[in-house]
């Protein structure tokens, strides 16, 4: 088997670039991207989800811990996962990140974290103007990083859909629930001893996948 490239996690808030960076890493590595937000909106969208689930995200809250931490187990056990992968929004509370570290327990796989930091101000105009692909997930921005033609994939010219709660009272709600409950999370992951590697989140994406495959190839 090729060598294991590790439990990667990216906190950070929302628009910081998670997933960005996430699919990087993915197309450098290999490994794939397990992005809770990704897997309850795919339930949503499905229907298989309880309806309380679509109801709490368009709050901008947090969905129970039970839930996440079931789908993001499952998910791990899936053989892709062997080398390593990406968690892009997991753990986002206390309880989930014991529930990590019970799932990695024994499976040799080296934890990598990461920050993302960036500051509310800048978030607000990047999350109401983000764009995301449905089919390829490539991710625009109309202010910053617009499509060449308005509203369709460059890649795919599939047509783009903006977020349900990408509006401006709801990501205020979500950078709460971030401050609240995520950010202390790093602070455990710190006491657990693991190193947190710090990125600028206001550089140029490029530069900052550049640092991260950087620190991930050196470790
Ligand atoms: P962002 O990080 O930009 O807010 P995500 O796509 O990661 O976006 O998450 C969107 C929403 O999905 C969150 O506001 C929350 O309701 C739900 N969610 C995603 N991941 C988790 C998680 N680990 N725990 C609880 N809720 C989650």
Not at 67 to 96: I, M
């Amino acid at each position: 088997m090729q060598k294991p490239v590790g439990a990667i996690v990216l906190f950070g808030p929302p628009g910081a670039g998670k997933g960005t960076q996430a699919r990087v890493v993915v197309q450098r590595f290999g490994i794939p991207q397990v992005s809770t937000g990704d897997m309850i909106r795919a339930q949503v969208k499905a229907g298989t989800a309880a309806t309380a689930a679509a109801a709490i995200m368009q709050r901008g809250e947090l969905v129970p811990d039970e839930w996440v931490n079931q789908l993001v187990e499952e998910r791990l056990k899936q053989p892709d996962c062997r080398r390593g992968f990406v968690l892009d929004g997991y753990p986002r509370t206390a309880r989930q990140a014991q529930a990590l570290q019970g799932m990695l327990e024994g499976n040799g796989l080296p934890i990598r974290t990461f920050d993302i930091r960036i500051g509310h101000h800048e978030l607000i105009p990047r999350l109401t103007g983000r764009q995301c692909c449905p089919r390829c997930g490539a991710i625009y921005n109309v202010h910053g990083n617009p499509p060449k033609r308005p509203n369709l994939c460059d890649r795919d010219q599939t047509p783009l859909e903006t977020r349900a709660d990408d509006r401006e009272e709801v990501i205020r709600e979500r950078l709460l629930a971030y401050e609240r409950q995520t950010r202390p999370v790093i602070e455990f992951f710190r006491q657990q001893g693991q190193p947190v590697y710090e990125l600028d989140g206001t550089l140029p994406a490029s530069e900052i996948s550049g640092q991260l495959c950087r620190i991930l190839s050196a470790a």
